[in-house]
């Protein structure tokens, strides 16, 4: 028997979601109109049931799965980065945070010299600037402190 | 021969300097990233979702076509050359082309894996160009109660298909009809489940969900094997000393010829894909004679699942133009891409957009040919592209996460749901969970849920409508044999097992 970790948080959660597209559905949008018929929360509700049964099983049988679910600090980085990312953008635009999480990332947790780590940038941000911003014309954000200096 | 008159029709719509060009561009971004150990085709073709945008539906589809094609090529490279699949239909490939490279012969077993690619991707184009329309015409029979069943039996195996534990592939199949129902009714067009939030009044935005479901997900998951050493083949490749001996090309011509045909039967059948095919190729020809025992480098062995994956990646288009039903999560985010341009996959595509229809299969034609033509001119350069340390791919594929999340809605509300899905595919990765049917059910929520709401409408909200036609009593009877299999085969397996111990 395994112990409870995620491979019972994620059925929980997902369950939890279930409940709430339920009583959404049914407090706003009701089952059955008895002259249009099925309303738009027919099926999310019927969906939402059934898979909230499943939720339960899985719940259920998932103490019987004994394959590993192991996690890394390494992993969180990454995500841990992402959230970074989201926040610099407010702050100096989307383009520049990237810059800076490639600089960040490549020197302090892969340790790579210098010139890998500048010949990587030029080439991920001539990709990026070249594709992105000249040819497909895409106006990324340019943060707070570019709106307050432009 | 009126097919194969659309088909030349179609060979002029795609000779265009833009289309070839575009074809030409999918087809090298394919092969690199098939080839690429841990980006995959899923990821791969959801990361080049946005460059597409500048490009008109027929040139978009084109390049996400010979992107998907030249990735079955590519993920035969990582498999042969460091054992580690590119891709998941790759996993059968590997079984007989590293023992073959660790025999000397690394070039050889590239090359068996192209010709038989090559020769199983014609048979399925070929197929493809008669069973498309055919099955087009099946589906114009269609009223919406055989098109909610049909939806209904694709999604249970699809669902049976890619996971080991039915509960869990039922679980996320499930999950991707919710998370599809959040923004406005399909057929009423008012606001649902939106939950006060303006920005999911429009939905949960296809692309940056694709991107961190598959990609960014995946991008987390690659932190952990970062810098493990991969061994690769010490002898430099060249284009010559790889040369097949007419030996080598009359063993692998009848087997790619019949597990080509096979793989197109498996890639027809809506909700399967290259994987079930590569698996199936490769356990019928243990039924056949190999000069080598498979499993020791046998050139039939990497002929018959290279030749099925890529017969069945043609195949799935049938289904997939057809009826609008992808056999693989691949094929999901073609049917989003297509979706995205406007264009509705499904019996009238071949009857409305003629152009688009025919124009996308000779594409594959074509594709197949520069895909066969790049992956041998690469040959010599592969050893290289394959020594791309993965710590370096870890920040450069999440800078292109972010920018192609934010490309699709130009706002950062596509960058966060990039980063939730790419969270929670994280955590459903490590809770053993299939990411792909929650695309593939995303995908076709919409098109089920509006021909079920139909067909209730129709029968003032009797059950029986379900049960009025041939068709539809069909697809729900192999609906409930689907479901009933996994018990089915747990009795048989109980029942064997109790007869030998007796």
């Given at each position: 028997m395994s112990k409870f970790g995620v491979k019972q948080i994620v059925p929980l959660a997902i369950a939890a979601i279930c409940v709430l597209f339920i009583y959404t559905g049914l407090t706003k949008?009701?089952?059955?109109?008895?002259?249009?018929?099925?309303?738009?929360?027919f099926v999310p509700t019927i969906i939402s049931v059934v898979l909230f049964v499943i939720c339960v099983l899985g719940f259920i049988t998932s103490f019987k799965d004994t394959k590993e679910s192991k996690f890394y600090k390494e992993e969180f980085l990454v995500i841990g980065a992402a959230v970074l990312i989201i926040a610099a953008t407010f702050l100096i635009g989307l383009l520049p945070s990237l810059a800076v999480f490639l600089v960040l990332w490549l020197k302090?947790?892969?340790?790579?010299p210098w010139k890998t780590t500048i010949i990587i940038l030029l080439f991920l941000m001539a990709l990026v600037i070249g594709v992105f911003?000249?040819?497909?014309?895409v106006p990324f954000p340019e943060g707070l402190i570019m709106d307050l200096i432009g | 021969m009126e097919n194969l008159q659309m088909l030349l029709s179609g060979f002029g719509t795609v000779f265009t300097p833009m289309n070839l060009g575009v074809c030409l561009l999918g087809a090298i971004l394919g092969l690199i990233v098939g080839a690429m150990?841990?980006?995959?085709s899923l990821a791969g073709c959801a990361l080049l979702l946005?460059?597409?945008?500048?490009?008109?539906p027929t040139a978009a589809i084109i390049m996400l076509g010979a992107l998907y094609y030249s990735n079955m090529y590519g993920g035969a490279f990582s498999a042969i050359?460091?054992?580690?699949?590119?891709?998941?239909?790759a996993v059968m490939t590997a079984l007989d082309g590293y023992p073959m490279a660790k025999k000397g012969q690394p070039g050889q077993a590239l090359m068996t894996a192209n010709f038989s690619s090559c020769i199983g991707g014609f048979i399925g184009m070929i197929i493809l160009t008669f069973t498309g329309p055919a099955l087009a015409n099946v589906g114009l029979k269609f009223g919406p109660a055989e098109m909610a069943a049909l939806m209904i039996m694709a999604l249970t195996s699809i669902g049976w298909l890619l996971g080991d534990d039915p509960i869990k592939g039922t679980i996320t199949t499930l999950l991707g009809f919710l998370l599809a129902?959040?923004?406005?009714?399909?057929?009423?067009g008012s606001p649902r489940?939106?939950?006060?939030?303006i920005y999911l009044m429009g939905g949960i935005s296809f692309v940056p969900f694709v991107i961190g479901t598959v990609g960014f997900s995946q991008v987390i998951g690659l932190m952990v094997d970062r810098y493990k050493e991969t061994e690769l083949p010490k002898d430099k490749l060249t284009l010559r000393g790889s040369m097949l001996t007419g030996h080598q090309f009359r063993r692998l011509l009848p087997v790619a010829i019949r597990s080509g045909f096979l793989g197109t039967f498996v890639g027809v059948l809506?909700?399967?894909?290259a994987t079930t095919a590569a698996f199936l190729g490769y356990a019928a020809q243990k039924g056949f004679k190999s000069e080598e025992p498979l499993g020791t480098g046998a050139v039939e062995g990497i002929a018959a699942c290279e030749a099925a994956n890529n017969a069945a990646a043609a195949g799935s288009f049938a289904p997939l133009l057809?009826?609008?039903?992808?056999?693989?999560g691949t094929g999901a985010v073609l049917l989003g891409g297509l979706m995205m341009w406007g264009l509705n996959p499904g019996p009238l595509l071949f009857t409305n957009s003629p152009d688009f229809a025919w124009g996308l299969i000779a594409s594959l034609f074509i594709a197949n040919v520069i895909a066969l033509a790049i992956a041998l001119g690469v040959i010599p350069f592969i050893v290289k592209i394959l020594a791309v340390p993965v710590k370096y791919m870890i920040p450069a594929i999440t800078v292109i996460c972010f920018v192609g999340a934010y490309s699709?809605?130009?706002?950062m509300y596509g960058v966060v749901i990039m980063v939730i899905f790419g969270i929670v595919g994280y955590l459903f990765n490590k809770a053993h969970i299939p990411l792909a049917p929650m695309l593939l059910s995303f995908v076709l929520a919409p098109i089920f849920e509006s021909n079920l709401r139909k067909a209730f409408i129709m029968s003032q909200g009797s059950v029986s409508i379900f049960f009025s036609s041939t068709l539809s009593c069909v697809f729900l009877g192999i609906t409930l044999l689907l479901i009933l299999a996994p018990t089915i085969k747990k009795i048989v397996r109980k029942v064997k097992a109790s007869k030998t111990q007796a």
């Open positions: 949008f009701g089952f059955w109109d008895a002259t249009s018929g099925p309303t738009p929360a302090l947790v892969e340790k790579t911003v000249l040819w497909l014309g | 150990p841990g980006i995959g946005p460059l597409t945008y500048k490009f008109d050359l460091l054992n580690i699949p590119g891709d998941s239909p129902a959040i923004g406005m009714d399909t057929l009423s489940f939106n939950f006060g939030n809506p909700g399967s894909g057809a009826l609008g039903i992808p056999g693989s699709t809605s130009n706002s």
